[in-house]
């Protein structure tokens, strides 16, 4: 009874030390205090020797009870693939204007698409600025990247990055070899990317940038291969260059709208959810960087079966070209386009027309004329930083449509991913009680010994869940150590909600409230498996 009591009372403290005020052990006496200084070590190395006996028994308990896992896990809640996930409350009741980004919002793609736009800039990169004709070899492989990387233009590394900023050990490729940690460690001195650091990493956080990460590794390790010096920040250059020279070229508006059926995935619940929203009153805009007749052919070729209607009565404002994010600071004029003649109108811009289209423009201007303010509109969009960004700091609420949410939810709902995070937390909960273990330098060896194996135990659990996500690194919303990742970061610091999809939006009803969990820290959808499920003496 003592000790059940003494053990309730060590109370961890921010940093997961027991607290000093909560202590157990006895207190110095103010004559002699080296002296029992001396004592109170050597009482609890023996102690930590005893401690380190009856852990490693947990350990080998844990191992034998691993079976046992799917039994305790099974009725554990599973999170809902299609769920909208809350960061800041937002009730849907007071919002009257809805406003959405068109690429990879109202619109979907197929895997077509990044293989389209790795061709053509690696194509541009050969024919226009001569890079050697074998880096046509190369072939857009989309098991490698996911969303959220750093590209260093400094050093050459592609990275992921954990919530605080660190590198994940598993997620630093060089080309595309997979650097060690102490090869990260020896190439940055420390796993933490500091600010001076950090204004040479460049953010790959849209799903376009799938095919702009696989061309700069690819090209990164054709120069490795063929043993040439390059400079680091020059791949960037050209690659971007050439990413950019594929969009507004329009090579790839003109080869999408050609097959549009290769390449756009019809999803009728959009425009449901678009068709709901004006029989409920609200206002709609649309705001994207993409010209218009490519947006007016996709929207064509997506609603070609939706009621016969223009697409463009659902919206009363369209705002094409709106170079976004310096729409959202710039002082840029809208102009009136003419969609017949393909020219802008010179005429001042004091009214916006729903049969009028718009190009340009700045968000200054947007409210003038408007008098939409705040709380009142929601923007959707899937770049974190280019869309939604600036809309969150002029008091809009924000909603980001990340595609890759739904898969990664299910996987973990997954038996096999909540196997390895279930395992996981008891290792963790092992190395806490292995650390906080004061041991005699005679029993060293049993020591690091049991760490050792607890720690390799550690490393195949962390790879197993990372396996289930990506083999190259892992998962878009975690990091191998469990934490949060920068993309995750973003999320939580610009969307005040986000979702695989907008049709997600039609099981709600108009009226709701949607707020965060009370007991979520970080991202809600990410469910962890406690140790305290399990029993391992």
Known sequence: MAAAAAKRLRVPTRRGYPSPALSTAAPRS??????????????????????????????????????????????????????IYVNKNVKLDDLHVYGFDY???????????????????????????????????????????????????????LLKLDFFGSIEPDGCFFGRRKLSLSEIK?????????????????????????????LLADIV?????????????YV????????QHVHRSGLIHRQILSEPQKFLIKKSQVFRFLKMLREKGKKLFLLTNSPFYFVDGGMRYLLEHFDGNSWRELFDVV???ANKPTFYNSDHPFRVYDTQKDTLAFTAVDKFLPDQVYYHGCLKSFLQITKWRGPEVIYFGDHL?????????????????????????????????????????????????????????EKGQVYRALLDELNAERRQCRSGMRDLFNSSFGATFLTDTGRESSFAYHIHQYADIYTSKLENFLSYAPESWLHPPHDIKIMPHNAKVPASLFSTS
């Open 30 to 83: 103010p004559r002699d205090p080296r002296a029992l200084c001396t004592l109170s070590t050597t009482l609890r190395s023996g102690a930590g020797e005893d401690e380190i006996e009856r852990i490693r028994r947990e350990f080998e308990d844990a191992k034998r009870n691993y079976l046992s896992i799917p039994a305790a896990i099974k009725d554990m809640p599973k999170m809902n693939p299609q769920g």
């Open 103 to 157: 690429d990879y919002t109202l619109s979907h793609y197929s895997e077509h698409l990044q293989c389209l736009i790795y061709d053509l800039a690696k194509k541009h990169l050969v024919n226009e600025l001569k890079y050697p004709e074998s880096c046509l070899k190369y072939e857009y492989d989309r098991s490698f990247p996911v969303r959220g990387l750093y590209y260093d233009r400094l050093k050459g590394c």
């Open 186 to 214: 020896e190439l940055y001195g420390t796993r933490h990317i500091g600010r001076d650091q950090a204004l040479q990493l460049v953010g790959l956080m849209d799903v376009f940038c799938f095919s702009e990460a696989c």
């Open 221 to 233: 390790q054709h120069f490795i291969d063929a043993k040439l010096e390059f400079d680091a920040s």
């Open 236 to 243: 960037y250059e050209d690659v971007n260059q050439s990413i």
């Open 319 to 321: 705002i094409a070209q």
């Open 385 to 441: 930083l280019s869309d939604l960004r600036g809309p969150s700091k002029a008091g809009w609420r924000t909603a980001a449509v990340i595609r890759e949410l739904e898969d990664e939810i299910e996987i973990q709902n997954g038996d096999s991913y909540r196997f390895q995070q279930a395992k996981l937390s008891i290792i963790h909960d092992l190395l806490g009680k292995v650390h906080a273990t004061v041991v005699s330098t």
